[in-house]
C-alpha cells in the first residue's frame, strides 16, 4: 500500500501499480474484456476495468479523493450536470469552458436548469448569486480568458448557502491546485490534456471526497454508459507518470514566453497568473503551486490577423486542445460555440516542453509577419 503521506511527485508515479509478488508486472496490463467471472466487484465491463482502476488510484491520490474516469471531459461533465434537479440554479462562470456553457444552453431550452452567470475573478459577485442555487460551477483560470477565481472564497460562501461546489481543474492539474483540499465537493478533469499529456487519449474524470456525490456520478456513468475503453485507460496512465517532469517544464517555458510577449508590439491584453503585472497574480499565488503552461492574448488588427498569426507557426501547431508536450495555439472565436464576449482575436496558447528560445522565435516570427 502507497502512503498518502508521499509529496505528489512520487504517487504519480509510484501509486495505481499491481501488488508486488515474485514475476508480477510493474504495470498493470491493458485488461481487454468486457465480461468478468462472476463474485467479485467488476460483475461486467460497463462497472469497471483494471486498466481504469489503476489511472483512478493515481489521480485521486494527487487530487485528494476518489476518482472516477469517463469516455471524455464532457462525458465527465454532463454526468455531474444531470445530477442537477429539475429546475435547479447553477451558478457558472461567464466565461466558462465553452462546452460547459453549451451544455448548460442545451439544459436551459430542456426547462431542466438554469444557468446563473458570474464573473469569475468576483467572489463578491459569486457570493451574492448563490441564493436559491443548487450548484456553483466554477473553474480557475478560465478557459480560455485566464480569469482567475478566487476559490477558497467562492468555495467558503457556497458552504455558507448550503450549495455544494464543483471544479473544473483541467487547467492547473493537480500537481498545480487542489480544489478539494481548499474544500470543493467535486473536481472534473479532461484527462484528454494535462493528465494524459500527449494528444493521443480522449478521456475525462471526476474526483470527490463526499462518498453520496460518488455513488450518484458512478450510476450515472454505469447507466449511460459514458466508459473510457481500457486502452485509453492504460495510455492515459502511462502519460500520468510523466506529469511532474512535463507540468515543471511547460510552466517553465509559459512563463519565459508571457514574459518575452509583453514586448511584442503584435500583442494586446496578454494574460497569464505567473506575471506579476496579470490581475489574477495575487490570488493564483495564494491557491496555485505555480501558474500553469496556458496563456491568452489578443493581436492587433482584426480575425483576419489573429488566424494569419495562428497560420504563420511553424513549429508551434495550430490545433484545438492544450496540455500535451507539443505547444498548441489557436483563435478560440473560431468555435461557434465559444462566448461572444471572448475578444475576435483572442489567441489562447498551451505551451509545451520544447526548448523555449525555438518556441519563442517561432512565436516571434509569426508576430511579426502582420505587423
Avoid at 448563490?130 to 478557459?143: C, D, R, V
Wanted: glycine share 8%; hydrophobic share 45%; with cysteine.
Amino acid at each position: 500500500m502507497i502512503s498518502p503521506d508521499l509529496s505528489p511527485q512520487t504517487l504519480v508515479v509510484a501509486a495505481g501499480r499491481p501488488e508486488k509478488a515474485p514475476d508480477a508486472p510493474v504495470n498493470v496490463p491493458v485488461v481487454l474484456s468486457s465480461t468478468f467471472h462472476a463474485g467479485g466487484p467488476i460483475a461486467y465491463g460497463r462497472s469497471s476495468n483494471p486498466s481504469w482502476e489503476a489511472f483512478e488510484e493515481v489521480l485521486g491520490a494527487l487530487e485528494g479523493g476518489r476518482a472516477l474516469s469517463f469516455a471524455s471531459g464532457m462525458g465527465a461533465i454532463s454526468a455531474v450536470l444531470d445530477l442537477v434537479p429539475l429546475g435547479g440554479v447553477v451558478v457558472v462562470p461567464h466565461h466558462s469552458y465553452s462546452g460547459v456553457a453549451a451544455r448548460l444552453r442545451d439544459l436551459e431550452a430542456a426547462g431542466r436548469v438554469t444557468a446563473r452567470l458570474v464573473p469569475a475573478d468576483d467572489a463578491d459577485a459569486i457570493a451574492g448569486a448563490l441564493a436559491g442555487a443548487a450548484l456553483l460551477w466554477l473553474e480557475s483560470p478560465t478557459n480560455p480568458a485566464m480569469e482567475v477565481c478566487d476559490l477558497p472564497a467562492a468555495i467558503a460562501a457556497a458552504k455558507a448557502a448550503g450549495v455544494p461546489t464543483v471544479c473544473d481543474n483541467t487547467f492547473a492539474g493537480p500537481l498545480v491546485q487542489r480544489p478539494l483540499a481548499l474544500g470543493a465537493d467535486v473536481v472534473v478533469h479532461s484527462a484528454t490534456k494535462s493528465l494524459a499529456g500527449h494528444s493521443d487519449v480522449l478521456m475525462g474524470a471526476v474526483v470527490t471526497t463526499d462518498d453520496g456525490w460518488y455513488e450518484r456520478i458512478l450510476r450515472t456513468r454505469t447507466l449511460v454508459g459514458a466508459i473510457p475503453g481500457p486502452f485509453e485507460a492504460w495510455l492515459a496512465l502511462r502519460g500520468l507518470r510523466t506529469l511532474a517532469l512535463r507540468v515543471r517544464q511547460s510552466q517553465e517555458n509559459a512563463l519565459e514566453l508571457a514574459t518575452r510577449l509583453q514586448s511584442h508590439p503584435a500583442v494586446r491584453n496578454l494574460r497569464y497568473p505567473g506575471l506579476p503585472s496579470d490581475p489574477g497574480h495575487e490570488v493564483a499565488a495564494r491557491q496555485m503551486d505555480g501558474f500553469g503552461a496556458i496563456l491568452s492574448f489578443e493581436t492587433v488588427g482584426d480575425a483576419g490577423t489573429a488566424e494569419r498569426v495562428c497560420d504563420a507557426t511553424q513549429l508551434i501547431v495550430h490545433a484545438t486542445s492544450l496540455g500535451g508536450v507539443e505547444t498548441l495555439l489557436e483563435r478560440r472565436r473560431r468555435w461557434v460555440e465559444e462566448r461572444p464576449d471572448i475578444p475576435e482575436t483572442l489567441i489562447r496558447v498551451s505551451v509545451g516542453i520544447e526548448d523555449v528560445d525555438d518556441l519563442w522565435d517561432d512565436l516571434r516570427q509569426a508576430l511579426d509577419s502582420v505587423l
